[in-house]
């Protein structure tokens, strides 16, 4: 199980560079943020920032990362939340601002990027990640044979090398200890949806 945090940035063109900043925007005049989708991650941290700063943000669902940050560096939207993984290029090449991260702690590979939490917002905490699922009912020797495999590919060269350049972070999550983490995050998001009104359709 991989994880990244999720970053807010905007325009750079725009004279905006701090969350306190954007902030005052949004309190001026709603604010437009797209994300990659309705119902993701960055769509909920979205919801959890507006209601812990009481500023009306815009949600503005794309079909994806790319076209979602694609519009904010032509000046289609201001600001766009998404993950580290997805934004890493584009804030090293300076095409995006960042200006919080959803992360615990500052990311070792943009230390400057403060977060939400140190900013003041003790809630509006993250982790995007992906998993590797199998079917109900597998045989436990199995899924013990794949995760032995996951942990060989993730540790090999090119594997620890694409994590780097898109600053993600290694799978650290197995079996037992994936499921529970699941359930948990499962349990922390429900009434962030259930608030919101999102419908799976």
Known sequence: ?????????VDPRLPIRSLAEYLA?????????????????????????????GVVLEHVPYRGSTQ???????GVVPSVLDSLTATSAH?????????????????PD???????????YPDVVADGWAGLA???GTPRPVLEKLAEAVRHAQGTANVQRRFAETATTAGRL????????????????????QASGITPD
């Not at 199980?1 to 807010?8: A, D, E, Q, R």
């Not at 095409?95 to 615990?104: D, F, Q």
Request: charged content about 15%.
């Open 174 to 193: 197995y079996l037992d200890e994936a499921q529970a983490f699941v359930r948990q995050e499962v349990a922390a998001w429900a009434p962030v949806i």
């Open 91 to 107: 804030l090293r090449s300076g095409a995006l601002r960042p200006l919080a991260t959803s992360a615990p702690q500052r990311s």
């Open 134 to 136: 199998a079917p109900a």
């Open 1 to 9: 199980m991989m994880g990244t945090p999720y970053l807010l940035c």
């Open 68 to 74: 979602a940050i694609t519009d904010v560096m032509a």
């Open 25 to 53: 925007a949004a309190r001026a005049k709603p604010m437009d943020y797209g994300t990659s989708g309705v119902g993701g991650v960055a769509h909920l941290l979205g919801l959890r920032l507006a209601r812990a700063t």
């Open 110 to 120: 943009f230390p400057e990027v403060p977060t939400f939490r140190e900013l003041g």
